[in-house]
């Protein structure tokens, strides 16, 4: 394993439920829309405009908007976003994570983030992560969003590790299928069933640790 590549938002901290709240204010204020909980593993991992256009879609509203109007309701929902993520500290890493990257690094592997969030770089200064990981993939660069492998061949390449030498680390059903199609052995956080992709899936981010990434790597890497 030389290097990993994590998502951010639900493995590095817990901001996909501030990505589900701000959604969820929108569609009730707008669309007078509730959003059923389970809606929320349908947005992890993929872009703002996709996640607005599930939404729309939910409602039947899809032929409603112009696509201006798209633009401007995914701006405000990026505004209640931001607002909650600006709170953020270094208290709200995940459990697990500091040690983990710590040691990772202590073993020489390069650490990338591969998120579609473009708060990513926001996030990280946050969370005093920016200075941890060497390099951060940009999805505004890529073609095409998670389930597409792009975002974590980009990590990859930014950190200049082949895709097979990498772990990916995820906890949305389109990260992890796009890690299996970046041809990189995928550790995933959440859902043992949802998340049955992955080579491996434990519950929590304490569960993830420097050894685990390592065995894990060294039984499924091609
Ligand atoms: C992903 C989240 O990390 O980023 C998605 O899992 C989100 O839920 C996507 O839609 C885009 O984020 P942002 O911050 O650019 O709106
Ligand atoms: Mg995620």
């Known amino acids: 394993m030389?290097?990993?590549?994590?998502?951010?938002d639900g493995v590095v901290t817990d901001t996909a439920k501030f990505h589900?709240?701000?959604?969820?204010?929108?569609?009730?204020?707008?669309?007078n829309l509730d959003l059923p909980a389970s809606f929320e593993t349908n947005?992890?991992?993929i872009s703002r405009t996709e996640s607005l256009e599930a939404i729309l879609k939910f409602g039947d509203l899809?032929?409603?908007?112009?696509k201006e109007e798209v633009?401007?309701?995914?701006?405000?929902?990026?505004?209640?976003?931001?607002?909650?993520?600006?709170?953020?500290?270094?208290?709200?890493?995940?459990?697990?994570?500091?040690?983990?990257?710590?040691?990772l690094k202590a073993n020489g592997v390069k650490l990338a983030v591969a998120s579609a969030s473009k708060?990513?770089?926001?996030?990280?200064e946050k969370l005093g992560l920016a200075h941890v990981f060497d390099a951060v993939a940009d999805?505004?660069?890529?073609?095409?969003?998670?389930?597409?492998?792009?975002?974590?061949?980009?990590?990859a390449k930014a950190?200049?590790?082949?895709?097979?030498q990498c772990v990916g680390v995820e906890d949305a059903i389109a990260g992890v299928s796009a890690i299996k199609a970046a041809d990189m052995v995928a550790v995933a956080v959440g859902d043992k069933d949802e998340l049955r992709q992955a080579d491996c899936v434990v519950p929590t981010t304490r569960n993830f640790t420097y050894q685990l990434f390592s065995d894990v790597f060294d039984r499924y890497h091609k």
């Open 159 to 164: 950190v200049g590790v082949a895709p097979n």
């Open 71 to 103: 633009q401007n309701l995914a701006n405000k929902k990026n505004d209640y976003y931001v607002e909650a993520i600006s709170k953020l500290t270094k208290e709200d890493i995940l459990p697990g994570i500091t040690k983990l990257l710590t040691d």
């Open 119 to 124: 708060n990513a770089p926001f996030i990280l």
């Open 2 to 8: 030389q290097a990993a590549v994590f998502d951010l």
């Open 20 to 31: 589900f709240q701000a959604w969820s204010k929108l569609a009730k204020e707008e669309f």
């Open 139 to 155: 999805p505004a660069k890529v073609n095409a969003g998670k389930p597409a492998p792009d975002i974590f061949l980009a990590g």
């Open 43 to 45: 947005l992890k991992g």
């Open 62 to 66: 899809l032929d409603k908007y112009s």
